[in-house]
């Protein structure tokens, strides 16, 4: 349960960090990579049962 209310947000929190407006097109995609990869290490977490 906790494992997938963490998923939505950080799938939630990818979506926003997305370099879209012009003032943040100057971060690249440091932001919402970052995010991935933590989003890929928490979704193998969870799918091993770990988390």
Not at 9 to 21: E, N
């Amino acid at each position: 349960m906790l494992g997938t209310i963490l998923i939505i947000i950080l799938i939630l929190l990818l979506l926003g960090s997305w370099p879209a407006w012009p003032y943040s097109r100057g971060w690249g995609y440091y932001p919402s990579g970052l995010l991935g990869v933590v989003l890929i290490v928490i979704i193998v977490l969870v799918l091993l049962g770990r988390f």
